[in-house]
């Protein structure tokens, strides 16, 4: 089975230019979390979407990141304009809310580098 | 908010030798989880735990819930060059809507 699913993998940038990551969560999970781990603060919650509804984004840093979850199988979190200090990998996860095993996959991440 | 506490933050062990490494919490959790990432991937469920004093092992690993449903730790025995990583613990309060909270991470380091 597929697990989750990040674009790109790599992404050097510019400072001022607009970044955009996508996720494809797993089949049939509802549940869909943006992650961004840095050394100096390890994993942070940005948002999550339940059935591609944002739920909780209190933890996007700026109004500079938004979110979007069109339909069940793509979300995008966008940085616009990027800054040097959004250097980071951003990690999309997805889970399934039934049953005692619905805990979180985690896709391989999409490494960010702002210059 | 919830804050978990992971230690130690880092360790260099010899090929063979048993790793603990623990997390505690200054909140009641009802789902203690362990995760490993090696270098450039995403973090990977290792262990989860769902009741108070619960035991699971997979493979080498063995983590185990905490009586006061505060704390867990994880052990590795007989670790092997390919346990390198951050171990990550993460918890679950029941009143969290599904959030995990996660831990700063173990940095494992083994020595052949």
């Known amino acids: 089975d597929a697990g989750v699913i990040q674009s790109p993998r790599h992404e050097v940038t510019e400072m001022g230019q607009e970044v955009t990551l996508r996720c494809k969560p797993i089949?049939?999970?509802?549940?869909l979390f943006w992650y961004r781990q840095t050394m100096m603060r390890g994993l942070e919650l940005l948002i999550y979407?339940?059935?591609?509804?944002?739920?909780?984004d209190s933890g996007m840093p700026e109004d500079r990141f938004s979110a979007k979850m069109p339909n069940a199988s793509f979300s995008t979190l966008k940085i616009q304009p990027s800054e040097p200090r959004d250097s980071a990998v951003y990690f999309c996860?997805?889970?399934?809310?039934?049953?005692?095993?619905?805990?979180?996959?985690f896709g391989e991440g999409s490494r960010l580098t702002v210059l | 908010g919830q804050q978990l506490n992971q230690s130690p933050q880092s360790m260099f062990i010899q090929e063979g030798e048993d790793v603990s490494m623990n997390c505690t919490s200054s909140s009641i959790f009802n789902t203690w989880l362990w995760y490993k990432q090696e270098p450039g991937e995403g973090p990977v469920l290792l262990i989860a735990?769902?009741?108070?004093?619960e035991l699971t092992s997979n493979g080498r690993l063995t983590a185990q819930f905490g009586i006061t449903r505060k704390d867990s730790f994880l052990n590795i025995s007989a670790s092997i060059p390919s346990d390198v990583g951050i171990y990550f613990c993460a918890g679950r309060t029941a009143g969290s809507a599904r959030q995990l909270t996660f831990g700063s991470g173990t940095q494992l380091t083994v020595l052949p």
């Open positions: 089949s049939g999970h509802d549940y």
């Open positions: 979407f339940n059935n591609n509804v944002p739920i909780d």
């Open positions: 996860a997805s889970r399934f809310s039934g049953g005692n095993t619905g805990e979180l996959f």
């Open positions: 735990l769902y009741k108070a004093g």
